[in-house]
């Protein structure tokens, strides 16, 4: 071989190895940005679908949340608890078990659990077939403030005296609801005292 075709075949190797590089940089570069891109976007509809997830919450949240507070109020004896009926209560926990039961899928098990507990307080179910559950709460405060007055139906709506927890059980367990709720609304727990 000549001189001249020697440094001509080594310019052709010189020439091949940059642009063999210059191809293996753009082509590493090109998988970077698209892993980097990719991540962006699975990040981004993540987001957008937890965005979604909580704007659900917040509506089961705005259609329930004053229901459990005259809940709350009746069992407690505290706000507008007189101007329930027994028939009024359990017209309401009919109506927060359906809301709860069809928007389960978007909360926690823990959500659920502890919303069973506070209705597990309240009423006694499964008293007899096509039988409404009973309320576990006192009558004698509610005897003489009976909206329209006591009607002798009402004694069948409610349990026995020894079924009826205290009112400091039902409040401890709307507080964990509750705050249960505030946990999957991504909102910090406000600190007590």
């Not at 659900?56 to 101007?83: I, S």
């Not at 006192?138 to 079924?163: I, M």
Request: proline share 3%; charged share 25%.
């Amino acid at each position: 071989m000549t001189e001249i075709q020697e440094i001509h075949i080594g310019w052709n190797s010189l020439e091949v190895a940059k642009i063999t590089v210059d191809i293996a940089t753009t082509l590493i570069l090109g998988a970077i940005l698209w892993l980097m891109d990719n991540a962006v976007r699975r990040a981004e509809s993540h987001r957008w679908l937890n965005q979604k997830l909580v704007e659900k919450r917040l509506q089961v949240y705005d259609n329930t949340a004053p229901q459990l507070n005259d809940l709350l109020c009746y069992y407690t004896y505290v706000g507008n608890w007189q101007q329930f009926t027994c028939s009024d209560i359990i017209q309401l926990k009919r109506e927060l078990d359906k809301k709860i039961h069809i928007a389960a899928p978007l909360f926690s098990k823990e959500f659920f659990q502890k919303y069973s507990k506070l209705m597990e307080l309240c009423f006694e179910t499964y008293v007899g077939v096509g039988k409404p559950a009973r309320l576990r709460t006192k009558t004698e405060k509610r005897l003489t403030v009976a909206p329209g007055g006591w009607k002798e139906d009402y004694n069948e709506c409610f349990s026995a005296v020894e079924n009826c927890p205290s009112k400091g059980d039902i409040r401890a367990a709307y507080d964990e609801l509750m705050a249960c709720f505030a946990k999957e609304l991504g909102l910090v727990e406000r600190p007590k005292g």
